[in-house]
């Protein structure tokens, strides 16, 4: 007990030194008092009944609590505050162009479009320095370097090269500064140039063999299984999660089970438990233990071990040793106790979802797996003999009842970092995990198999294949249900959060609570009917209203536009400006259960630029592109459509149906753009969009005509006089710049910051 009261004080230092950056002698100071406090605790607890009274709810001594909530304070500020010498490759960041010299510390992360290197530096040229005999020295400091997809260099190889160290990117959607930070990486290369290799043999040649067989391993899976079935097994096998086609790798994000495309705690505790039971037959317990220590340590050094790897190695050998020793490991205290060490040596872990999601989904199972367990056991007992409660209870927990634990206890961090909860895996881990051991086991005798002859690798093939397709294809499958998915808003998520902290805790005070009310089930009946009750209220709240919503935004200096269907379908126009100020715009007006839009129309190449930030604040599920957008002879600048995104290219003239009697046209389009003829009964609103009058009157003249209103900015008027447009007589003319309008009486963002428009496909009416 001191042990898991110390390590979530630690913890709990480490989150307050992140949210209050106070300065080091501050921390200092606070060590030095707590450390005092808890030296003369005793004299204090003698002297004072209060003093005595608290201690007794307190399980340590509050001073060596507050000590080591100070030192978690005091570790932080050193992490926020890196000392950088020219001994460092970190100093030689954004100051231009030097030579570098390091070797591939890592196996290379070869992708379609480039090939991404760790390269651990050990000498610079600094190519800035006059004084060309103090111009080489001697470094130290890792570097991502992006190289051609085509690279080959391997770990080990010690290479050249001129290049621009630059600080990694932070910014508030995703920091890819603390992102790679907790790997040691504090520069990032992009495209060295006369890249060489001068020289190899460096690093680990353990690690070195490793890397090779896992290397030969994915290519002899190449060889003996067809793809999708080859990329599923390299990611659960060897950790290689980029062999999947994008749409199959966004099914297992959508239904919930993207942890076993690659190495996680999931995958090691299969793996440890078929090393412990394969080597006690043979040499007995204590020995077993310790060579699937060391096996498990291989395993994860050959796979380059993330924090959940990391994790369940540390997890595995605790309950081994607690298991060698003849005592029973207390699961949440080696949970606490190896989070602490791990923020310890690297606090930045505690921002990483990956972490996150793994601690929370070991946190669910070790404080709900048994007593659901237990639960379940007594309810079969109560109905079936002991015998038949014992056969069916394992396999109904681990699949079914552990599963939900994770879940619930995952549920917040994943609506926090990702925006979404996936109802679908619900259905879909029970259906894939059973299988999971079985494609671990089939599928490394398969690739040992292919090791020793190609042909032998074919024909034990056969089975392993078979749990890969059906994994395959039930993900697919599910995948497809509508609504499986549920975008949620990121202001939302903190109600998740304290809905799930209030069952933990209820959980927790379950017996207590029940003595008090008499029993267990009418507590949990109130937080099932208060939960209920919300999420009705909630959803039924939003529901849409049957009419159609135009939201004209004023996005800091620019604006955007988007449209709510009567159905509820959302559609956005050509985004631009802040996304922050963008997507705070939808948050008051989507669902929370249902934050996501469900296509963005794209006019002008340029604009698609700002799609990966509204992407990473919000779900969309589909970019429209206009024949302007993807069809631009004049400018050559690449499509910028983040990965996970349907795309579809419209044609000249097409007509977009939100809905049916909702439709919204592609009237003209010219080098600047496509005009817009938005339709809904009577209402109908023209965006030229820069488009040429005279285009538009000789493409669609009906577009011209019966105008409810027209949406101008100044690349409309700037060779159209104002009077050409005042001519169409719109009964509203909507201004969509920060600048001062040229029409009397029109309405924008020069002077509101948001105007909604509503329309029953009969009458507007005007909100600000």
């Known amino acids: 007990m001191p042990l898991l009261w110390v390590s979530l004080a630690f913890i709990a230092g480490l989150l307050i030194g992140d949210g209050f950056h106070l300065s080091i ?84 992360d070869r992708r379609t479009d480039a090939t991404v290197y760790q390269i651990s530096a050990i000498e610079i040229t600094d190519l800035n320095n006059q004084d060309w005999v103090h111009a080489t020295r001697k470094i130290n400091g890792l570097a991502q370097v992006q190289m051609p997809a ?25 920091s890819y500064s603390d992102y790679l930070a907790k790997s040691g990486i504090l520069s990032v290369i992009y495209h060295p140039r006369s890249v060489t290799q001068v020289g190899s043999g460096y690093g680990n040649v353990l690690r070195k063999g490793l890397i090779k067989f896992r290397e030969n391993a994915r290519k002899t899976i190449f060889e003996i299984f067809p793809q999708p079935e080859a990329g599923l097994l390299t990611g659960i096998l060897l950790g290689m999660d980029n062999d999947l086609p994008p749409d199959l790798t966004q099914a297992y994000r959508d239904t919930g089970v993207a942890h076993i495309i690659a ?76 989070a602490a060490v791990m923020c310890l040596l690297q606090p930045l872990l505690l921002k990483d979802a990956s972490f996150q999601l793994s601690f929370s989904a070991s946190f669910g199972l070790v404080v709900f797996a048994q007593p659901m367990q237990d639960w379940l056991t007594g309810v079969l007992e109560n109905k079936t003999s002991e015998k038949t409660a014992a056969k069916w209870t394992k396999p109904l927990s681990e699949y079914f009842l552990f599963t ?18 996936s109802i679908s895996a619900l259905l879909a881990n029970p259906l894939v995990l059973p299988v999971q051991p079985a494609v671990m086991v089939s599928g490394a005798i398969t690739l040992v198999a292919g090791f020793v002859h190609p042909l032998a690798g074919k024909l034990v093939m056969l089975l392993s294949w078979l749990f890969l397709k059906y994994t395959n ?49 009418f507590i949990w009946l109130v937080l099932l009917l208060a939960a209920a009750g919300f999420s009705t209220w909630s959803i039924a709240s939003n529901q849409p209203d049957g009419r159609l919503h135009l939201h004209l935004v004023r996005c800091n200096d620019e604006s955007s536009v988007y449209l709510i269907a009567p159905n ?8 631009r400006g802040s996304m922050d100020e963008f997507t705070s715009s939808l948050e008051k007006e989507l669902s929370p259960w249902s934050f996501h839009l469900d296509s963005v129309l794209i006019t002008d ?27 631009s002879e004049e400018d050559s600048r690449p499509l910028h459509i983040p990965d996970g995104i349907e795309v579809e290219k ?55 005509t019966g105008l409810t209103a027209l949406l101008l900015g100044p690349e409309d008027v700037s060779y159209i006089p104002p009077r050409v447009w005042l001519n169409l007589q719109p009964q509203l003319i909507l201004w969509k710049d920060r600048g001062i309008s040229p029409f009397e009486n029109s309405l924008g963002v020069d002077v509101v910051a948001d105007v909604h428009l509503v329309s029953d496909g009969t009458k507007i009416w005007l909100t600000e």
Request: a neutral charge.
């Open 650 to 704: 419209l044609l000249p003239s097409e007509i977009v149906e939100l809905e049916p009697g909702v439709q919204l046209t592609l009237a003209a389009e010219d080098l600047n753009g496509t005009a817009l003829l938005l339709q809904n009964g009577s209402l109908r609103i023209l965006i030229p969009n820069g488009v040429d009058y005279a285009v538009i009157k000789e493409v669609s003249p009906d577009a011209l």
């Open 473 to 521: 294809g039930m993900v697919a499958l599910l995948a497809r249900i509508k609504g499986g998915v549920l975008s949620i808003q990121p202001a939302f998520t903190i109600w998740i959060f304290i809905v799930v902290a209030l069952i933990v805790a209820l959980f927790f005070l379950r017996e207590k609570l029940a003595k008090f009310f008499q029993s267990s089930r």
């Open 605 to 631: 190449r340029k604009l698609t630029d700002p799609l990966a930030e509204l992407a990473g604040a919000i779900n969309v599920r589909q970019v429209q592109l206009a024949p302007s957008s993807y069809r």
């Open 263 to 338: 190495i996680s705690g999931f995958n090691m505790a299969v793996l440890a438990g078929l090393f412990l039971w394969a080597f006690s037959l043979l040499v007995g317990p204590y020995w077993a233990a310790f060579v699937s220590v060391i096996l498990l340590g291989f395993y994860a050094s050959m796979v380059d071990a993330s924090e959940s790897v990391t994790r369940a190695v540390i997890m595995a050998v605790l309950a081994m040793g607690g298991h060698l020793i003849g005592r029973r490991q207390a699961g949440l205290n080696a949970l606490m106790f190896t």
């Open 25 to 108: 002698w501050v921390w200092i100071t606070l060590c030095l008092l707590f450390l005092l406090l808890s030296c003369f605790e005793r004299i204090i607890h003698n002297k004072f009944q209060p003093w005595r009274k608290l201690r007794q709810w307190l399980p340590l001594s509050l001073g060596v609590l507050l000590l080591f909530v100070a030192l978690g304070g005091l570790r932080v500020w050193f992490t926020n505050h890196p000392v950088y010498k020219p001994d460092d490759l970190a100093f030689y960041n954004d100051r231009g162009a030097i030579i570098v010299t390091g070797w591939v510390s890592a196996a290379p």
């Open 568 to 575: 509820g379908e959302t559609l956005a126009i050509d985004p």
């Open 404 to 421: 939900l634990a994770a879940q619930v206890a995952t549920l917040p961090f994943i609506a926090a970092n990702f925006g979404r909860i």
């Open 150 to 174: 085509d690279a080959e260099w391997q770990y080990s190889d010690l290479l050249q090269f001129t290049a621009l160290p630059q600080t990694p990117s932070d910014n508030s959607d995703f």
